[in-house]
């Protein structure tokens, strides 16, 4: 470790953790052994040392005892965060099979449908900017293993989503909510009143016809209200590629539900263009109300 670096690294620390530091016999020594570390856990993805020490410095506390602040920190998981953060694709495929692989074994209890949607947002929490301010992962500061700081950042998100969750209807009852909100058109109701229960079939029939990815795609746009930006950062493909995957998701979705209908009734197609008219022009109604189920 040279001079230089060292002393980069102590432009960047606490102002009040300066001069413990500075005091600090072997101060170069720890911060090369962080850096080896740090290579010896992922040796696969690659490292900017400079940048690195400028992260651990700019994140360590600025209170306590110098060597045991350094000791403390745990510089395999600070550097995969740090990577994650930069966007490194190897980082990135590390913390999937490392730490988010782990949603389930947290919350044993819920359904593995839920458990791949809580996964999918808590990538987002902890890999997109918010408001302008740094993604969540980038506040990890090295002390504590990784995986229970993103337990607890999943946990968290957990309840924050129950809490703020409206109250669901009733699958009976959402047809009529749905129906509140169309309007008057006497075709339209009469159709809608004639084969409220059948639609309701229907559209459900559709959904669990889509493949898994298709129903997260609508359900994380459609029902969470994510942007096609933040959903291009979830799955960590460009922002084109999703907005085509969502678009594909829906035909899809509409055209399963018209083979179902056309399956169940015996509508005319001008009936069943008229169904289907409702059903396009309220599918985000639609599916906030039914996938929340």
């Known amino acids: 470790m040279t001079s230089e670096q060292t002393e980069s690294f102590l432009s960047r620390a606490p102002h009040a953790l300066v001069p413990a530091l500075r005091a600090l016999p072997g101060l170069a020594e720890a911060l090369a052994r962080l850096v080896r570390e740090a290579r010896e856990a992922w040796p696969e993805v690659g490292m900017d040392e400079g940048a690195f020490l400028a992260h651990v410095a700019e994140r360590l506390p600025s209170t306590g005892e110098a060597r045991e602040v350094l000791e403390s920190l745990r510089a395999e998981d600070f550097f ?37 949607e809580l996964r999918q947002l808590l990538r987002q929490r902890l890999l997109v900017p918010a408001e302008g301010a740094p993604p969540k992962l980038a506040s990890y500061s090295g002390r504590g293993p990784l995986g229970q700081w993103v337990r607890a950042v999943a946990l968290r998100l957990h309840i924050d989503r129950q809490r703020a969750a409206p109250r ?56 969470h209200g994510l942007s096609m930006d933040a959903v291009s950062a979830t799955y960590q493909a460009p922002r084109s590629t999703v907005a085509r995957w969502i678009a594909r998701a829906r035909e899809r979705l509409l055209a399963l539900t018209r083979e179902e209908l056309t399956v169940r009734l015996g509508l005319t197609p001008n009936e069943l263009d008229s169904l289907l008219r409702l059903v396009r022009s309220q599918l985000d109604v639609s599916l906030r109300q039914l996938m929340a189920d």
């Open 168 to 223: 669901e209807l009733p699958i009976e009852e959402a047809p009529v909510a749905l129906a509140e909100r169309l309007g008057a058109d006497p075709e339209l109701a009469f159709i809608r009143e004639r084969h409220q229960e059948d639609f309701r079939v229907a559209f459900r029939a559709a959904l669990g016809r889509l493949e898994a990815r298709e129903r997260n795609l609508l359900r994380l746009h459609h029902v």
């Open 80 to 116: 995969l965060a740090f990577a994650c953060v930069r966007g490194e694709a190897r980082a990135l495929e590390a913390l999937d099979a490392h730490v988010l692989s782990q949603v389930g074994m947290w919350l044993p209890r819920e359904q593995p449908a839920l458990v791949d």
